[in-house]
């Protein structure tokens, strides 16, 4: 069974500039979450959809994070601009409905804002 | 407020010893409490995952325990090896909102030979 599937591995960009990150989750899985991790930390959930719709999205940065999921498949999270602070990893994650289910993660998007 | 503490933060052990991870949560009630691997470099990896009813789960060299009446968890790794050394992240999901789940920060695990 493939995984979730996310590109690019690692980016490195200039603050105020734009990125973005692209997942594919596990087949049949209907929940996708995008987490931020910052090094020593555990991850933080900026947004999750049940689908194609967003069933959380309540700790990510508005002003300058976006995150879309058309077709129930495939999302992509952006950045624009990016500041220093969001030098982080980016997990892509699924499930297959929700938290009462195992998650399973991708191996993540290192971002480093210089 | 749901919280999920992890200690301790780091640990170091030599090759072949047993330890100990600890977490400590505050979310009541939950509908499961899971423990994740997530080597250097790697998205988490889950090792167990455990209903409010139940007190053991093994996997392999990993167990972890659940005491629900002291909302602590511990995961207790045997005769540890050098593929080990990764962090160990507890994550419980409230029984509200299944999918509000809260992560710890993470034991950072270090095997030496």
């Known amino acids: 069974e493939a995984g979730v599937a996310q590109s690019p591995r690692y980016k490195i960009i200039e603050k105020r500039q734009s990125v973005a990150f692209w997942c594919n989750p596990i087949s049949g899985h209907a929940t996708l979450y995008w987490y931020q991790q910052i090094l020593g930390q555990g991850p933080k959930l900026l947004i999750q959809?049940?689908?194609?719709?967003?069933?959380?999205d309540s700790q990510l940065p508005k002003d300058r994070f976006s995150a879309e999921r058309l077709k129930g498949v495939d999302s992509t999270l952006k950045i624009q601009p990016a500041k220093l602070e969001d030098s982080a990893v980016y997990l892509c994650a699924s499930s297959f409905e929700g938290g009462g289910n195992t998650i399973y993660f991708g191996e993540g998007s290192w971002l480093t804002v210089v | 407020k749901n919280q999920v503490e992890q200690s301790p933060q780091s640990l170091i052990i030599l090759e072949g010893k047993n330890c100990t991870l600890q977490?400590?949560?505050?979310?009541?009630?939950?509908?499961?409490l899971r423990w994740y691997k997530q080597d250097t470099g790697r998205g988490p990896v889950s090792l167990t995952i455990?209903?409010?009813?139940?007190n053991t789960k093994s996997n392999g060299r990993y167990t972890a325990t659940l005491d629900a009446d002291t909302k602590q968890s511990s995961l207790h790794i045997t005769a540890s090896q050098l593929s080990d050394s990764a962090s160990y992240i507890c994550v419980v999901s409230p029984y509200s909102s299944a999918s509000k789940i809260i992560f710890g920060s993470g034991t950072r695990l270090s095997i030496r030979p």
């Open positions: 959809f049940q689908n194609n719709g967003v069933v959380d």
């Open positions: 455990m209903t409010f009813s139940e």
């Open positions: 977490c400590n949560y505050t979310v009541s009630p939950f509908s499961n």
